[in-house]
């Protein structure tokens, strides 16, 4: 018996449980889900945007890692721990709080990869200027970042272990420069001093929030994620012995990395200079090693697409469990017999996103109409959180026969009913934050707050509509699914796990 | 594998080859109409981006800071020179930015701008006491290579050679003076473009003491009164304030986390859109919608009618291929009408706006074409295979012998 299908009794377990255990093979390791985990949050524009908000990031980096990384982090562990199963968010919610629920989860929690990626396209060809000095004309810029799409959808369609094998060997650059900004910092620092006043008192450091609200809600949004390597929960070797070194030193690093890059660009580029995209790149040319620009810019250029690789193959296993489940049409079921990739599910996204990316450039005001988008998807991002966050308080009581288990709950949130609400309590301020500060802190400048809640707002109300109409469309197919009948359909892809594992 | 079902899709397509070629000129028709707009549209597109790193180039090297009335900068159908609408920027501020800025350093210099009589913009520079006209302004006002004053200033680019599209033929230089006595312009500033060492400092200085709004958006222009659109990125700005005096784009500069591509493009994508989104604009994209339904509609009929064959093909369990015997049809169907679009598109192109034919920008639009193709490709199959997965393989045989 495998870890999923140990969780509930086989009559009352859904598709989503009983197929993909039987189908996909399990391929991911400990270091592989490290390696997911940070790179999935860790965005390379993030410390560059957060060093301009000066000294002060580094408060508000610690109060987003506190109120909304760790509690996030562990509410996912737990989750992940009691329904190792594929689709993570999808499962959890379905078996907690419904099937409507479910379906939600998976929908909000699934809808951001297009915001992501295609700003991931856009810091992609930031870099590439960055380190070839070229000037993109809007042709080659849209162009490059289709390219880009198609590009990471191709790398996706392999099989898991291979497309992990290649973000797992673009990891170790990435890591590496990311904490030499550190150094090139501290250089500059020591030599021309620090280009960003380092501060006289302690007190310049702590977040203040009616300021800087918006930079936490950035900070949120750069710690989005946690939830998404549990999408593959099938696909991992054992997630109960693995995820807790993902979920504590994945956040170690990335606490670490975050800090780091951010001190060192600080120290090297002046608060409020520092490029939104492409700094830690530009951030060695600001340190006295020009020369440095090109090579380092380069490997970010290959780091991120080993990001929106990730991305691809991680977001589309979320489609392919609501197939399954026949939430959406079948066809996003398609599993290719030899990779075992949900070959349907990634194309389906590298075409969604190729026309969000020609939409966002058929717009005159470019700036607001991206900035809109985003922040309406970080909107959705963070509903998606509560899918996973609330579900813990629910499936104490509701499962507690399987917490009774010490085989099958081999972690869970320490400190009793108290610890849960407490992290509870957390993640959900801290979530329900960084959701307040999209709406009343706009991103972009040059829109005032009554001009830009609305947008945003109706973005997400979309959103969610468009979600409430597949799931209504496809509420008779998914009613009326003929659990045998599926079983048998599926047989022919079963996996001969003593091999596989 | 990947040989053997492209040799099942050639055979299936050729199999229906009326259908087959049916849809792919109807396909491509729809993709010629969108190359047609795509070239009109990228040559408006051009032309300002020309225009704009010429300014950029010539005027300012690496300019980094533009400064304008507060009613922006629009692009001139007429001339092709950009231009200020209905305002100039104010000479004493103008002169303060220019000569008393800290930490700025002058690049440029005066503009005059369009006269009423004459639809010809100038730009003008201090350094070199010279200004520029393009081609189209040179044939307006019967200049040519014989006059007597142009020859007196021999064209001197030497900002221009590393844009040849501009180059010596396509814009002309002449003494200050003698252009404005040729064309009878005033000596008004438009704008003034610079380059200061320290963006940031102009942002939190300059801006703030000359209450100029700092943006990176090129759409932003402030209209003096109450009701204001362009909101503070200074401080000084906030309210809209009626006396505000200017505009200043950054324009190597990105400002927060706003600007995910540069000035630039986002200027490009103004008067690109412009273009495409005229009624020919929305029309080219209904066609290309047409031609995709046309494909589709044939795509479904012949699944109809090979219901047998996939009807075998699940009930011996490759269904899980049959998702890539559909994109390998579609793809080729695609890429033969894009191909088919490609050339009618050129020839619509030579024969309706032979003006407009220019390689160059074919091929951009060539490449922005293909950008559609995945999506097409992709949802070409993935609905039809939709359609196959909801029967069991023992429906599809039945139907099928029924």
């Given at each position: 018996?495998t870890?999923?299908?140990?969780?509930?009794?086989i009559d009352q377990?859904?598709?989503?449980?009983?197929?993909?255990?039987?189908?996909?093979?399990?391929v991911l390791?400990?270091?592989?889900?490290i390696?997911?985990?940070?790179s999935?949050i860790?965005g390379?524009?993030?410390?560059g945007?957060?060093?301009?908000a000066?000294?002060?990031a580094?408060?508000?980096?610690i109060?987003?890692?506190?109120l909304?990384?760790?509690?996030?982090?562990?509410?996912?562990?737990?989750?992940?721990?009691l329904?190792?199963?594929?689709?993570?968010?999808?499962?959890?919610?379905?078996?907690?709080?419904?099937?409507?629920?479910?379906f939600?989860?998976?929908?909000l929690?699934?809808?951001p990869?297009f915001?992501?990626?295609?700003?991931w396209?856009?810091?992609?060809?930031?870099y590439?200027?960055t380190?070839?000095?070229w000037?993109l004309?809007?042709?080659?810029q849209v162009?490059?970042?289709?390219?880009?799409?198609?590009v990471?959808?191709?790398?996706a369609?392999?099989?898991?272990?291979?497309?992990?094998?290649?973000?797992?060997?673009?990891f170790?650059?990435?890591?590496?420069?990311a904490?030499?900004?550190?150094?090139?910092g501290?250089?500059?620092?020591?030599?021309q001093?620090s280009?960003?006043?380092?501060?006289?008192?302690?007190?310049?450091?702590?977040?203040?929030?009616?300021?800087?609200g918006?930079?936490?809600?950035?900070?949120?949004?750069?710690?989005?994620?946690?939830?998404t390597?549990f999408?593959m929960?099938?696909?991992?070797?054992?997630v109960r012995?693995s995820?807790?070194?993902?979920?504590?030193?994945?956040?170690?690093m990335?606490?670490?990395?975050y800090?780091?890059?951010?001190?060192?660009?600080m120290?090297?580029t002046?608060?409020g200079e520092?490029?939104?995209?492409?700094?830690?790149?530009k951030?060695?040319?600001?340190?006295?090693?020009p020369?440095?620009?090109?090579?380092?810019g380069?490997i970010?250029?290959?780091?991120?697409l080993?990001q929106?690789?990730?991305?691809?193959?991680?977001?589309?296993r979320?489609?392919?469990?609501?197939?399954?489940?026949r939430?959406f049409?079948?066809?996003?079921?398609?599993?290719d017999?030899?990779?075992?990739t949900?070959?349907?599910?990634?194309l389906?996204?590298?075409a969604?996103m190729?026309?969000?990316?020609?939409?966002?450039?058929s717009?005159?005001n470019?700036?607001?109409?991206t900035q809109?988008?985003l922040?309406?998807l970080?909107v959705?991002?963070?509903l998606?959180?509560?899918?996973?966050i609330?579900p813990?308080v629910i499936?104490?009581?509701?499962?507690?026969?399987?917490y009774?288990?010490?085989?099958?709950?081999?972690?869970?949130?320490?400190?009793?009913?108290?610890g849960?609400?407490?992290t509870?309590?957390?993640a959900?301020i801290?979530?329900t934050v960084?959701?307040?500060y999209?709406?009343m802190?706009?991103?972009?400048?040059?829109?005032?707050?009554?001009?830009w809640?609305?947008?945003?707002?109706?973005v997400?109300?979309?959103?969610?509509i468009?979600g409430?109409?597949?799931?209504?469309?496809?509420?008779?197919?998914?009613?009326?699914i003929?659990?045998?009948?599926?079983?048998a359909?599926?047989a022919?892809?079963?996996?001969?796990k003593?091999?596989?594992? | 594998?990947?040989?053997k079902?492209f040799?099942m899709a050639?055979?299936n397509?050729l199999?229906?080859?009326?259908?087959?070629a049916?849809t792919?000129v109807?396909l491509?028709?729809?993709i010629?109409?969108?190359?047609?707009?795509?070239?009109i549209?990228?040559?408006f597109?051009?032309?300002a981006?020309?225009?704009y790193?010429?300014?950029?180039?010539?005027?300012a090297?690496v300019?980094?800071?533009?400064?304008?009335?507060?009613?922006?900068?629009?692009?001139d159908?007429?001339?092709?020179?950009?231009?200020t609408e209905?305002g100039?920027?104010?000479?004493?501020l103008?002169?303060?930015i220019?000569?008393?800025?800290?930490?700025?350093?002058?690049?440029?210099?005066?503009?005059p701008?369009?006269?009423t009589?004459r639809?010809?913009?100038?730009?003008?520079r201090?350094?070199?006491?010279?200004?520029?006209?393009?081609?189209?302004?040179?044939?307006?006002?019967n200049l040519n290579?014989n006059?007597t004053?142009?020859n007196q200033?021999?064209?001197?680019?030497d900002?221009t050679?590393?844009?040849?599209e501009i180059?010596?033929g396509?814009?002309i230089e002449?003494?200050?003076a003698?252009?404005q006595?040729?064309?009878?312009l005033p000596a008004?500033?438009?704008?003034?473009?610079?380059?200061?060492p320290n963006?940031?400092?102009?942002r939190?200085?300059i801006?703030?003491?000359?209450n100029?709004?700092?943006?990176?958006?090129?759409?932003?222009k402030v209209?003096?009164?109450?009701?204001?659109?362009?909101?503070?990125?200074?401080?000084q700005?906030q309210?809209?304030l009626?006396?505000?005096?200017?505009?200043?784009?950054?324009?190597r500069d990105r400002l927060?986390r706003?600007?995910l591509v540069t000035?630039?493009?986002?200027?490009?994508a103004?008067y690109?859109?412009?273009a495409?989104?005229t009624?020919?604009?929305?029309?080219?994209?209904?066609?290309l919608g047409l031609?995709f339904?046309?494909m589709?509609?044939?795509?479904?009929l012949?699944?109809?009618?090979?219901?047998?064959?996939?009807?075998?093909l699940?009930?011996v369990?490759?269904?899980?291929?049959?998702l890539?015997l559909?994109?390998?049809e579609s793809?080729?169907l695609f890429?033969?009408?894009t191909l088919l679009?490609?050339?009618?598109g050129i020839l619509?192109l030579?024969?309706?706006?032979?003006?407009l034919?220019?390689?160059?920008?074919?091929?951009k639009s060539?490449?922005l074409v293909?950008?559609y193709?995945?999506?097409?490709?992709?949802?070409g199959s993935l609905i039809?295979a939709?359609?196959?997965?909801?029967?069991?393989?023992l429906?599809?045989?039945r139907t099928?012998?029924?």
């Amino acid at each position: 018996m495998t870890e999923a299908t140990r969780a509930t009794p086989i009559d009352q377990q859904s598709l989503a449980e009983l197929i993909p255990p039987r189908i996909l093979p399990r391929v991911l390791g400990r270091w592989d889900l490290i390696v997911i985990y940070v790179s999935i949050i860790f965005g390379s524009y993030a410390s560059g945007q957060m060093a301009n908000a000066g000294w002060q990031a580094i408060g508000i980096w610690i109060l987003a890692y506190l109120l909304f990384l760790l509690p996030a982090g562990l509410c996912s562990l737990e989750m992940g721990n009691l329904f190792p199963d594929e689709g993570g968010v999808y499962v959890w919610a379905s078996k907690t709080m419904g099937k409507l629920a479910g379906f939600f989860g998976g929908w909000l929690s699934w809808l951001p990869v297009f915001g992501a990626v295609v700003t991931w396209t856009a810091i992609i060809t930031s870099y590439l200027t960055t380190a070839t000095g070229w000037e993109l004309e809007l042709w080659q810029q849209v162009s490059l970042q289709v390219l880009i799409v198609w590009v990471s959808v191709g790398i996706a369609l392999f099989s898991l272990r291979t497309a992990q094998n290649m973000v797992n060997k673009l990891f170790y650059p990435f890591i590496f420069f990311a904490a030499l900004t550190f150094f090139a910092g501290l250089f500059h620092a020591l030599t021309q001093g620090s280009a960003t006043p380092l501060p006289n008192s302690f007190s310049e450091l702590l977040p203040n929030l009616s300021e800087n609200g918006a930079v936490f809600a950035l900070a949120v949004l750069l710690l989005l994620g946690v939830e998404t390597p549990f999408n593959m929960g099938v696909e991992i070797r054992s997630v109960r012995r693995s995820a807790p070194w993902m979920v504590f030193g994945g956040s170690l690093m990335l606490g670490v990395l975050y800090l780091l890059t951010t001190t060192g660009i600080m120290m090297a580029t002046p608060a409020g200079e520092a490029d939104p995209y492409a700094a830690l790149a530009k951030v060695y040319g600001d340190a006295g090693f020009p020369w440095l620009v090109p090579t380092v810019g380069m490997i970010y250029v290959l780091t991120n697409l080993g990001q929106i690789v990730l991305y691809q193959y991680a977001y589309a296993r979320l489609l392919f469990v609501s197939g399954i489940e026949r939430h959406f049409p079948k066809v996003f079921t398609y599993l290719d017999p030899r990779t075992r990739t949900p070959v349907a599910a990634i194309l389906l996204q590298g075409a969604v996103m190729t026309l969000i990316v020609l939409v966002m450039y058929s717009n005159s005001n470019l700036t607001n109409a991206t900035q809109v988008m985003l922040a309406a998807l970080t909107v959705v991002w963070c509903l998606s959180n509560y899918f996973f966050i609330f579900p813990v308080v629910i499936a104490r009581r509701k499962y507690a026969h399987l917490y009774a288990d010490s085989d099958h709950v081999t972690w869970k949130i320490p400190g009793g009913s108290f610890g849960v609400w407490l992290t509870v309590i957390a993640a959900t301020i801290g979530n329900t934050v960084a959701i307040y500060y999209c709406f009343m802190a706009p991103w972009v400048a040059d829109m005032a707050v009554s001009a830009w809640a609305p947008q945003v707002g109706t973005v997400v109300a979309v959103g969610i509509i468009l979600g409430l109409a597949i799931y209504l469309m496809n509420l008779k197919n998914s009613q009326s699914i003929d659990v045998e009948d599926e079983l048998a359909q599926y047989a022919v892809l079963e996996t001969d796990k003593s091999e596989a594992t | 594998l990947i040989y053997k079902f492209f040799k099942m899709a050639i055979a299936n397509l050729l199999r229906y080859g009326t259908r087959t070629a049916l849809t792919s000129v109807g396909l491509a028709l729809a993709i010629a109409v969108v190359l047609f707009v795509n070239v009109i549209s990228l040559s408006f597109e051009s032309g300002a981006a020309q225009v704009y790193r010429y300014l950029q180039m010539v005027q300012a090297g690496v300019a980094n800071v533009w400064v304008t009335p507060t009613t922006g900068i629009n692009l001139d159908s007429s001339t092709g020179f950009f231009t200020t609408e209905g305002g100039t920027l104010p000479e004493s501020l103008a002169d303060q930015i220019l000569k008393s800025g800290p930490g700025i350093k002058v690049v440029v210099a005066a503009l005059p701008g369009i006269t009423t009589t004459r639809p010809v913009t100038l730009y003008g520079r201090s350094d070199r006491q010279t200004a520029a006209i393009n081609q189209a302004a040179k044939h307006q006002l019967n200049l040519n290579g014989n006059d007597t004053q142009l020859n007196q200033v021999p064209v001197q680019f030497d900002l221009t050679e590393s844009l040849p599209e501009i180059g010596a033929g396509g814009l002309i230089e002449l003494p200050l003076a003698t252009a404005q006595k040729i064309l009878d312009l005033p000596a008004v500033v438009h704008w003034v473009m610079l380059k200061s060492p320290n963006v940031v400092e102009f942002r939190d200085t300059i801006a703030q003491q000359q209450n100029i709004l700092v943006t990176t958006d090129p759409t932003v222009k402030v209209q003096t009164g109450p009701a204001q659109t362009g909101q503070a990125q200074t401080g000084q700005a906030q309210a809209g304030l009626p006396d505000q005096r200017g505009i200043a784009y950054l324009l190597r500069d990105r400002l927060g986390r706003g600007d995910l591509v540069t000035f630039d493009v986002k200027l490009a994508a103004i008067y690109f859109n412009q273009a495409s989104s005229t009624l020919l604009g929305w029309l080219a994209k209904i066609t290309l919608g047409l031609g995709f339904v046309l494909m589709l509609s044939a795509a479904l009929l012949s699944l109809e009618e090979r219901r047998h064959e996939f009807g075998i093909l699940t009930a011996v369990g490759v269904s899980s291929d049959v998702l890539y015997l559909f994109l390998l049809e579609s793809l080729i169907l695609f890429i033969g009408a894009t191909l088919l679009g490609i050339g009618i598109g050129i020839l619509l192109l030579q024969i309706l706006v032979p003006t407009l034919f220019n390689w160059s920008i074919i091929l951009k639009s060539v490449v922005l074409v293909i950008c559609y193709l995945p999506p097409m490709v992709i949802f070409g199959s993935l609905i039809p295979a939709q359609q196959l997965l909801r029967k069991s393989p023992l429906e599809l045989l039945r139907t099928a012998t029924a």
